[in-house]
């Protein structure tokens, strides 16, 4: 049996802790963690971590995917990418001790719905006539719809 992950918005996602955190003044923070990650991404991170073999379909902005796949290949994450125009979408949460985390995100790439043609056919590929799970999770970029990807599988 094998794995497979499908990242269709993968996300950088910074941790930074604050000592004093004011609106509309300006406020000192320090990088704790600038993950790459998504969903699909953090899984198959966990699993290359206990040695569980599966592969990373990944679909990235081209603004930023470079960084992007030097970073989870750094990790041992057997990866395919697919890209688009645009940047990966980034996350920040901001830590402050004893308050509630503050979270910012800002918007990724916007993904033309020709691509899902694309992921449909490097997973039937990948699947062969082996047994397969697929994990799809996490957030869908602009320009695809839950529908559109319900069609593909």
Not at 75 to 96: F, K, P
């Amino acid at each position: 049996m094998q794995i497979i992950t499908l990242t269709l918005a993968p996300a950088y996602d910074i941790h930074c802790r604050c000592d004093t955190f004011a609106a509309e003044q300006e406020n000192l923070a320090h990088i704790l963690s600038y993950d790459a990650g998504g969903k699909g991404v953090n899984i198959s991170r966990a699993l290359t971590v206990y040695g569980v073999q599966n592969k990373a379909i990944v679909l990235v902005g081209s603004e930023n995917a470079d960084a992007f796949l030097t970073a989870i290949n750094r990790e041992g994450i057997d990866s395919i990418s697919l890209q688009v125009q645009g940047r990966i979408r980034e996350n920040i949460t901001l830590h402050q001790e004893g308050k509630k985390e503050t979270r910012v995100s800002f918007p990724g790439f916007h993904a033309p719905l020709e691509i899902l043609e694309r992921v449909e056919k490097l997973v039937l590929d990948l699947a062969g006539e082996l047994p397969t799970v697929l994990t799809l999770t996490g957030r869908l970029p602009e320009g695809i719809l839950m529908k559109d990807v319900k069609s593909m599988l």
